[in-house]
């Protein structure tokens, strides 16, 4: 029972409500305050004629535009309890015969599923790299080349579109073997596919070294301190002229930071949790270091701290 307010009784009273007929009495005066109401909540009756069948789910998974039946095709399972007979049954035969023109692309989105959900992508990052696989595989140029990294290039670009990047290092962990120089040409092979398609350039998205600062701080485990700091010295250092990728700025960033905090992170850690090499680190950290008063907020660190800094 809740609480609503009856007109009637011109005060809030206890509601009863009848499950059978959908209404939502007074319990003190009984007017029927709302009629055939629907209940949304889930249901978890079982209709099922085998005792053993303890699954409730009826329904099958939402639409998909990008499939030639919109995803609400039917696929006659195996029971439980089956025999390893039951696909050379009527059914199974024919099951088997009714050729599916969206069988390839089905087991595409779902290897692209199964990569975001292991890099812990929303959901709207999947989605891009559906249409986008859809729209490369429409112009059949795919036969003969590397499957897994033309997903993962997929993913990679959908990724960058929706100013969410991953590094290639982290895509190429999740591509099922798929190497870097693999998913790079991949993702070169795309592009122009679809720019050939649209007939102009491809919109990638701008990288900037902040997109991954976050992520590197929290597998490093640092202090939210620490990570306020490094995330204003790399606003500050996209106004200097350091011809460094993003990632490797980021990665000297926090090097640096770490460096003036009291729990320091070992070089090999901060390259081991943002996949730069340690050279590539030093040189980074080599270009930065002269900026290091203008990078480094005055209220992280003084000008005592800065001068104890460690000289690339």
Known sequence: MADLYCPDCK???EVVFDHSAGDSVCSECGL????????ERSEWRIFA?????NDPVRVGGPTNPLLADGGLSTVISKPNGATGDYLSSSLGRWQNRGANPDRSLIQAFKAIATMSDRLGLVA???DRANEIYKKVEDQKPLRGRNQDAILAACLYIACRQEDKPRTVKEICSVANGATKKE????????VKQLEVEMGQSMEMGTIHAGDFLRRFCSHLGMTNQAVKAAQEAVQKSEELDIRRSPISIAAA????ITQLSDEKKLLKDISLATGVAEGTIRNSYKDLYPYASKLIPCWYAKEEDLRNLCSP
């Open 11 to 13: 005060r809030n009273t």
């Open 253 to 256: 960033v926090i090097y640096m």
């Open 183 to 190: 998913i790079g040409r991949a993702k070169e092979f795309i």
């Open 32 to 39: 029927v305050l709302e009629a055939h109401s629907i209940d």
């Open 49 to 53: 004629n085998e005792s053993g069948d």
């Open 124 to 126: 709207t990052i999947k």
